[in-house]
C-alpha cells in the first residue's frame, strides 16, 4: 500500500489474486492494466500522486470481496471512458460485450445543462441502477469505487467532502446494507460521519479510546467464560468480539440522546458454529449462562432480513452486570452478512431473467425502476432509496403468516401497497391484531395486518395517503391510479394547487399568457398542454415546490423587463360575454349576465343542488360556486379588496349532472362496520369515491365518506338507508 494514501500497487493486486481461492486470467487482467495505465498516463489524483493508482485499488477491494475476473478487469477500465479518450467501442472491440456493459453501468452520464443537481444526481443513479438490474456487479463496482474514493477523501476539498458524505449516507451506504454487503456499509458511514460531523466522531473516539484496556479485557474475560461452557456441549466454536461501528453509536448517542453506558449493545460477542442446529444449542446455553433482557431476542435464521443476513441475536447481562450482544450463526451466514450478495456466486445472473435465484431479494431494484418508469419524476429515484432502503426495518405479518418487511414508520397502507397494488388501491380500512385501526396506523413489529377492502372496482385511493405513506412505492402507485384513473379530476385538482401557489407567490397571469409562461416546464416534462400539466400537478406528478422558485424567479425577471402583466379587468379574468339575459351554463348553474362561462365548484364547501349559492369570479379560471353559508365566503365579503369579484348565481331549473358530497357518520364500534358500510353503498347503486375512518377513544367509530350524488332527493334515500345499518348513530352532510 502506498503509505499513508490508502492505495494499492499493480504488484500488490498480483500478489493478492495469486493468495486468493478465485480462479483469475491473469493475462486478461494485464491486457485491462495496460490499456488503463496508457489511457491515464499524466493524469494525477488530487493527492498528486499517479491516477492509475485509484482503479488498480478499486480492483483490489474486490479481490478481497471475492469476485471474478471480469469485475476486475471492468474495475482497472471503469474510468477510462469518462475522464479519457478511449470510447466506449474501444472497450467493447477490446474486451468483448460483457466488460464493455459493466464499465459502462458504471461509467457517470455527460452534463446536462438543463438539469438541476439534484435531477443530474438522480439520472446518474438511475442509470446505475438499471445496469444494476442487468448484472448485479455494476453496483459491487461501483462500491468498491465509492468506498476507495472515501478512504482517500482527505485530499479533496471541504464542501466536496460533505457533498460526497451526504451522497454515501443517502444512497450508497443504504444500498451497501440492502446488498448485505457489511464490511463496505460501515467503513462508508464511518468516514462520512468523520466529515459531516467531525466533532461528534472526536467524541465518541476518545470516549472508546478512554474504555479501551477495560473493554478489551471484558470481552476477552467474556469470550473465555463462553467458551469453556460452549465447547462442552458444540465442539469447532469460533469466538470473536466486536465493538459497534461510530456511525451506529452516533445515531443512538446524538440522536437518540442517549449515553455510552445506556447503549445496549455497544459490546457484542460473535459465535460461529457449523450447522443450524448448533445456533439453537448455543443459544440455549447462552440464556443458561447469562440473564437474558426482555425483548432483545431476534431470530434472523427462521426469518431472513431482506439483503439475505442470518443469525440469531440476543442481548445479555454479563456477571459484572454489563450488558452485552451475542450474535450466532453459521460460516456460510457470516460470508454472507460480511460480503452479502458478493458471496454469492449467482450474482452473474440478470435480476430481470424469470429464473434469477436472486430475484426476491433485490426486488427493490426493479421496483425502483418501475416507480420511475410509470411515474416520472426522477428524484423520485433518490427518494425512494432514502426512504425504502434504510437499515432500521420492521417485520409484519398477513393473516396467513407471510413475513412483509417495511421500512420503521410505515402504515397500513404502505403494507397494503407492499403485498398488491390492487389491495392498496381498493383498500378501505385496516384491522392491526384483530382491531380496527385509523388508516394512518404505523405499524409495529410482529403485528398482524389485516387489509379490508371494497368489492367496487371503480374505488381508488384517497389523494391524502400520498402524505401519510412512508415508502416511495406506495407513494408512486396511488399517484400511478389518479394519473390514469381520473384525468378530469387531476386538472380541476391541479388547478386549485397551482392556484394557490400563484397566489402565495403573488404571480399574476391571465390564461391567455400562462401557458406561454409555462412553456419552459412543458418542453422539460414532455407535457403538450396547459391540462396536462395541470393533470401532473393533481397527481403530484409535478411537484410545485420544486418548480414555484424558478418561476417566481423568472416572473420577476419579465415583469423588471417588459410591462406585460398589466392586464385590462376583461382580459385578466377570462369569465366569458356579457349578456342582457341570464343563460344556463353546462354546468347546471346560471351566471348573472354571463354566457359561456366557465364554472367550476369550490371543494372547501361542496355546493350541492337546493343549497344557496354565490359565486366568485377568480382569476384565469372563471366563476368558483360557493354555499352562501361557506366561511370563505363570509371572509371573502368582509375583504374590501374582494368585493367586488362576488356574483350571482342560480341553479338552473333542469339538472343531468352529478356532484360529489361528503357525509359524516357514527356508529358504534365493530369489526364489521366497514365491510358493512361499503356492502350497503354498493347495494345502492351510489359510486364510493372515498372512505376514512378513526377509531374514537368512547368505542365508536368515525367515517368520513364521499359519494357521487344528483340531487337531494337521492342523497335524502342514501342517507335513510345508512341510518338502518346495524349500529350507526348518526349520518349527516359535512
Known amino acids: 500500500m502506498v503509505k499513508g494514501l490508502n492505495y494499492h500497487t499493480y504488484s500488490e493486486l498480483l500478489k493478492l489474486i495469486n493468495e486468493s481461492d478465485e480462479n483469475y486470467n491473469l493475462e486478461l487482467i494485464d491486457k485491462a492494466y495496460c490499456v488503463a495505465r496508457r489511457a491515464h498516463d499524466g493524469q494525477k489524483r488530487v493527492s498528486g500522486l499517479d491516477y492509475i493508482l485509484h482503479p488498480v485499488s478499486v480492483a483490489y477491494i474486490l479481490v478481497e470481496l471475492g469476485m471474478d475476473t471480469e469485475s476486475v478487469v471492468a474495475a482497472l477500465l471503469h474510468d477510462v471512458v469518462e475522464d ?20 459502462d453501468g458504471v461509467t457517470k452520464l455527460g452534463f446536462i445543462s438543463s438539469r438541476s443537481p439534484e435531477e443530474q444526481q438522480a439520472e446518474n443513479v438511475r442509470k446505475m441502477l438499471f445496469a444494476m438490474s442487468h448484472d448485479i456487479r455494476v453496483i459491487l463496482i461501483k462500491l468498491a469505487d465509492r468506498l ?6 482527505e485530499c479533496m476539498p471541504p464542501q466536496k467532502r460533505r ?7 443517502e444512497i450508497f451506504a443504504p444500498i451497501a446494507h440492502r446488498l448485505g454487503i457489511r464490511t463496505i456499509k460501515d467503513e462508508l458511514e464511518d468516514i462520512s460521519l ?35 461452557r460452549v465447547q462442552k456441549y458444540v465442539p469447532d466454536v469460533y469466538i470473536e468480539g466486536r465493538v459497534k461501528s461510530s456511525n451506529e453509536i452516533y445515531k443512538k448517542m446524538f440522536i437518540k440522546g442517549k449515553t455510552l453506558d445506556q447503549i445496549y449493545d455497544i459490546y457484542a460477542v460473535r459465535l460461529i458454529v457449523n450447522t443450524i442446529n448448533e445456533c439453537y444449542n448455543v443459544f440455549g446455553v447462552i440464556h443458561d449462562m447469562f440473564q437474558p433482557i426482555p425483548s432483545r431476542f431476534k431470530d434472523y435464521i427462521s426469518t431472513p432480513k431482506p439483503n439475505m443476513y442470518q443469525s440469531l441475536h440476543t442481548t445479555v447481562l454479563s456477571k459484572e452486570g454489563i450488558p452485552f450482544e451475542v450474535q450466532i450463526r453459521t460460516w456460510k451466514m457470516h460470508r454472507t452478512a460480511e460480503y452479502g450478495i458478493a458471496a454469492h456466486w449467482k450474482y452473474k445472473l440478470s435480476l430481470l431473467g424469470e429464473n434469477s435465484s436472486l430475484g426476491d431479494s433485490l426486488s427493490w431494484v426493479r421496483k425502483v425502476l418501475d416507480n420511475y418508469k410509470n411515474v416520472g419524476d426522477i428524484t423520485d429515484v433518490v427518494r425512494s ?18 413475513v412483509i418487511a417495511l421500512p420503521v414508520g410505515s402504515t397500513v397502507i404502505d403494507f397494503a401497497y407492499a403485498i398488491h397494488t390492487e389491495l392498496g388501491n381498493r383498500m378501505i380500512g385496516a384491522k392491526v391484531n384483530k382491531k380496527m385501526v385509523p388508516i394512518n396506523y404505523t405499524l409495529k413489529m410482529g403485528e398482524i395486518v389485516e387489509i379490508i377492502k371494497t368489492k367496487d372496482p371503480k374505488k ?42 400563484l397566489v402565495k407567490h403573488k404571480i399574476k397571469l391571465s390564461s391567455e399568457d400562462l401557458e406561454d409562461f409555462l412553456k419552459p416546464v412543458f418542453r422539460k416534462n414532455q407535457y403538450n398542454s396547459l391540462d396536462d400539466f395541470f393533470a401532473a400537478v393533481g ?42 339575459k341570464s343563460t344556463k351554463s353546462s354546468t347546471g348553474v346560471i ?52 368585493q367586488d369579484r362576488w356574483i350571482s348565481v342560480n341553479w338552473a331549473n333542469s339538472l343531468n349532472i352529478e356532484f360529489k358530497t361528503n357525509l359524516e357518520i357514527l356508529a358504534h364500534f365493530s369489526d364489521e362496520f366497514l365491510t358493512n358500510l361499503a356492502r350497503k353503498i354498493s347495494a345502492l347503486g351510489i359510486p364510493l369515491i372515498s372512505l376514512n375512518s378513526k377509531v374514537l377513544p368512547n368505542c365508536k367509530i368515525s367515517a368520513i365518506i364521499t359519494l357521487v350524488i344528483k340531487n337531494q332527493t337521492q342523497l335524502k334515500f342514501v342517507i335513510d338507508n345508512l341510518l338502518r345499518i346495524e349500529g350507526i348513530i348518526s349520518v349527516k352532510r359535512m
Not at 457533498?163 to 449516507?169: A, E, I, R, T
Not at 384525468?487 to 388547478?495: A, C, F, P, S
Open 84 to 103: 479519457t479518450s478511449v470510447s466506449k467501442e474501444d472497450i467493447r472491440n477490446l474486451f468483448g460485450e460483457e466488460i464493455c456493459n459493466l464499465v
Open 148 to 153: 476507495q474514493n472515501m478512504r482517500t477523501i
Open 163 to 169: 457533498d460526497k458524505s451526504l451522497q454515501n449516507m
Open 194 to 228: 468523520k466529515c459531516l460531523d467531525p466533532v461528534a466522531y472526536e467524541e465518541i473516539e476518545k470516549s472508546l479510546a478512554l474504555c479501551k484496556s477495560d473493554r478489551e479485557k471484558f470481552i476477552n474475560l467474556t469470550k473465555k467464560r463462553i467458551i469453556d
Open 385 to 402: 432509496i432514502k426512504s425504502d432502503l434504510v437499515p432500521k426495518e420492521i417485520f409484519v405479518l398477513t393473516p396467513k403468516g407471510e
Open 460 to 501: 381508488g385511493p384517497n389523494r391524502e395517503w400520498i402524505n401519510i405513506v412512508k415508502t416511495s412505492e406506495a407513494r408512486n402507485k396511488i399517484k400511478q391510479w389518479f394519473k390514469k384513473e381520473c384525468r378530469e379530476e387531476n386538472i380541476e385538482e391541479g388547478k386549485i394547487k397551482f392556484e394557490s401557489e
Open 539 to 580: 397527481y403530484s406528478g409535478i411537484q410545485l415546490w420544486k418548480i414555484m422558485p424558478r418561476l417566481k424567479n423568472e416572473y420577476a425577471m419579465l415583469k423588471k423587463e417588459q410591462n406585460v402583466f398589466e392586464f385590462k379587468k376583461s382580459k385578466d379574468l377570462n369569465i366569458g360575454v356579457k349578456d342582457e
Open 591 to 642: 351566471v348573472e349576465g354571463m354566457k359561456n362561462c366557465s364554472v367550476k365548484f369550490a371543494k372547501c364547501c361542496n355546493p350541492f343542488p337546493g343549497d344557496k349559492i354565490v359565486g366568485f369570479i377568480t382569476k384565469g379560471y372563471g366563476v368558483s360556486i360557493h354555499k352562501v353559508s361557506c366561511e370563505n365566503v363570509k371572509r371573502g365579503i368582509e375583504n374590501k379588496e374582494l
